[in-house]
């Protein structure tokens, strides 16, 4: 009875104390996790921009007017709109791909979602310095995030509580001891309860469980690294380039559409356009000079040096085509030239003729196959989608998680092209259609037969990577 009584009293402690902290509390973290396990796909991470869909920062005054609905339209956007609602209808367009459906997720992972969103958009990020203002989801606001505190005082609780339990349960036993005549055992102390054999088992056991999700969870996450964003020998800047001059992607990536990998450019792809640009917009000659001291190649003659010429000649020709380009510099201000000259021809004392070492942003593990050229000339897939708006980078970062499970979604909902090579007449959806690029899913597979045969009786919109056998094991995990 005494135990049954404490059992009662601890438990409602427990309620009354310690959950009401967690009830309404979103959890950033897990928002931006399964915003990139989800949605960075098709969404900008900035929120602001449109990418392949549309900017989500303020999507909840945007649904505002149709309370509840906007949870509808994540979990399934087409049945949504097939029940006739004004919202949907105004948003799907039936001429496109309509955004996956997923269903799997709970109100509270799409709080977490909606939260990230909306702290990312309106902030730019969800660490400190970030500002500590308060997100609102689902009429919610997130004031207080749950404390680590809490836990500590959970676990000191639990521990109370068993060393209260283990008295009761001994006096207990003493009492019953005494009832049947039997020698009574030493009443327990408080400690010897509570670093009794029993409680001792007990915290190894827990520990060996938290240690085990610990080293798993974090296995899981081994080499994956969104976000980051190592400096790089050469400062080059991918705003300047692909952004303000509008340089196609795969003008130096050229493996990206051939080849398993996209490839790092050859110094001599540089040397393409800057044998005649050789001041950049920014630094001058500052991040050039490394670019032609690797490449050896000559600026001032557009010819390359020969190999077996020694460092130091190398450094007088740079030396004089430096001196020469900033002539009219010198004739303002010698000194300060020429010492700039003496800092540029240090700082590739050492690196001439040799590769530019550039720090590798994305590796996937060992045992994953990816092919760019699989994905860029025959899904058509764009560099955006995967790399994010590389062109407003002055520095390049990892943009995509990268994992299993956010690949998985994307085969989940991304289109085969299954036009070309059909021959179809007159009415047919690939009439006139000239995309010879995917013939592989043509007629001629049976296999594929009655997908073409649905989207021509227009039972069926498209047909999905995961579909055609994108969800495999052998295709990533070969």
């Known amino acids: 009875m ?55 920062y303020g999507v909840e005054e945007r649904w505002k007017d149709y309370p509840g609905d906007l949870y509808k339209w994540i979990r399934n956007s087409v049945a949504l709109a097939a029940s006739g609602n004004e919202k949907a209808l105004s948003m799907i367009n039936y001429d496109a791909s309509a955004m996956t459906a997923f269903e799997n997720l709970e109100d509270s992972e799409i709080d977490d979602i909606l939260a990230y969103v909306e702290q990312k958009g309106k902030f730019g990020c969800i660490e400190p310095p970030c500002e500590e203002a308060a997100v609102v989801v689902s009429g919610q606001a997130e ?49 010897a309860v509570l670093f009794g054999p029993g409680v001792v088992k007990l915290l190894v056991f827990a520990l060996v469980l938290v240690g085990g999700y610990s080293t798993v969870n974090n296995a899981i996450g081994l080499g ?23 340089i196609d992607c795969q003008y130096c990536h050229d493996g990206a559409r051939r080849s398993k990998h996209s490839v790092i450019p050859a110094s001599n792809t540089c040397i393409n356009c800057h044998a005649s640009i050789q001041k950049g917009s920014v630094d001058g000659t500052e991040e050039l000079i490394k670019v032609y001291a690797a490449s050896g190649f000559n600026p001032a003659d557009n010819s390359y040096l020969p190999e077996s010429m020694s460092d130091e000649d190398r450094a007088t020709v740079y030396k004089k085509w430096l001196r020469g380009l900033y002539e009219e510099e010198r004739k303002e201000n010698e000194s300060k030239v020429d010492k700039m000259i003496a800092e540029q021809l240090a700082s590739v004392a050492g690196s001439y003729n040799k590769p530019i070492e550039w720090t590798r942003v994305h590796n996937l593990p060992d045992h994953v196959y990816f092919n760019h050229a699989q994905h860029v000339s025959v899904g058509k897939v764009k560099c955006e989608t995967c790399h994010g708006e590389v062109s407003e980078m002055d520095v390049v970062k990892q943009h995509s998680p990268l994992s299993m499970g956010w690949c998985v979604n994307c085969h989940r909902q991304t289109e085969v092209q299954f036009k070309g090579g059909l021959n179809e007449g007159e009415g047919s959806p690939y009439a006139g259609s000239n995309n010879k690029a995917n013939e592989y899913y043509s007629k001629d597979y049976g296999y594929y037969e009655k997908y073409h045969q649905e989207m021509k009786d227009k039972s069926r919109k498209g047909v999905t990577v995961e579909e055609v056998g994108g969800l495999e094991c052998q295709k990533c995990h070969y």
């Open 143 to 191: 004031e207080d995030p749950v404390s680590p505190y809490y836990g500590y005082t959970l676990l000191a609780f639990l521990l109370i509580a068993v060393a209260l339990l283990g008295r009761y349960i001994n006096s207990l036993n003493r009492l019953s001891q005494q009832n049947a005549g039997l020698v009574v055992s030493p009443e327990k102390s408080f400690l």
């Open 224 to 246: 994956r690294q969104q976000g980051y964003e190592p400096s790089q020998p050469v400062k080059f800047s991918h705003k300047t380039h692909a952004g303000e001059n509008g």
């Open 2 to 56: 005494i135990y049954q009584k404490l059992f009662n009293f601890c438990t409602l402690v427990f309620w009354i104390a310690v959950l009401p902290q967690f009830a309404n509390a979103t959890d950033l973290n897990k928002g931006k996790q399964l915003f990139g396990d989800y949605c960075a796909s098709c969404h900008n991470g900035n929120m602001k921009d449109k990418m392949i869909g549309p900017a989500l």
